[in-house]
């Protein structure tokens, strides 16, 4: 039978800033709405309100954004569980982390229905936060096991979209079926047409500490190295940014909302910045001299299966 074993940080919890960390020329983080279906409520009135304790799990957590999800949640007097492998430590070491913050860890594999189902239903679960899922099947057993649900919360992804000439993105443009997030996409027809209150963030690229995705670490090692940043094709494509902490404070904000219900929302910085533009401003911000950028042609080599370059040719939202 699965256990749960509460975990006590050795440092203190960041402290929320008032000021958002997605700056580009002062842009913040904000979540793009340019469409709203039609709220639906669950059956009765929406029971979920962010003032009252709730018992949380979070499918994930270890890594980049669920860390400061957890702890922000955790700040918030929430009852918070970890829903992981168990391969990587569930404490992590942040700035400003108190003694008395704790965590909950529930050690298994979400692939594993059964088990999903028979573990989740026993502890039963208020709020479910999913970070790390790619795939309906993955979602379908969650709902299995907790029928008395009040709120699924769900981080998609803006690499979803179906490439187009017309641009920015709405939250109603076609997905791309066989893109690379296709998976998420149809995590999202599921809950659509499941009786569960939901809401599905889109985020762009994020950025910030603990980041696992080499995307502004990318340009920082070659600035450290001094080697020239190779940029595919013009480097004037325009992409957006916004920083782990501002997405964990806007997970947090979905908790209990009742405007959000049943909505996707693409979420990232305000402000647009050019592939270049990106390499000046990490070399700025790294206090480095001006950046060697190279344009080059992708189609005229072959990469294999290896991501030459941090981000996708198109993203905006």
Known sequence: MASLVAIQPKQPSFSVLPSS???FNGARLISSIQYKRRPCQPKGALRVTASSAKKILIMGGTRFIGVFLSRLLVKEGHQV????????PISQQLPGESDQDYLLHLKGDRMDF????SSLSAEGFDVVYDINGREAAEVASILDALPYLEQYIYCSSAGVYLKTDYLPHFEADAGDPKGRHKGKLETESLLVSQDVNWTSLRPVYIYGQLNYNPVEEWFFHRLKAGRPIPIPNSGLQIT???HVKDLAKAFVQVLGNE???K??????????VTFDGLARA?????????PEIVHYNPKEFDFGKKKAFPFRDQQRC
């Open 114 to 117: 059964d088990f999903v189902k």
């Open 282 to 290: 990490c070399a700025k911000a790294g206090g480095f001299p001006e």
């Open 259 to 261: 405007k959000v219900s």
């Open 81 to 88: 569980t970890l829903f992981t492998r168990g391969k990587a």
């Open 240 to 242: 957006q940014l916004g």
């Open 263 to 272: 909505q996707v929302f693409n979420i990232s910085g305000e402000k647009y």
């Open 21 to 23: 960390h997605s700056d």
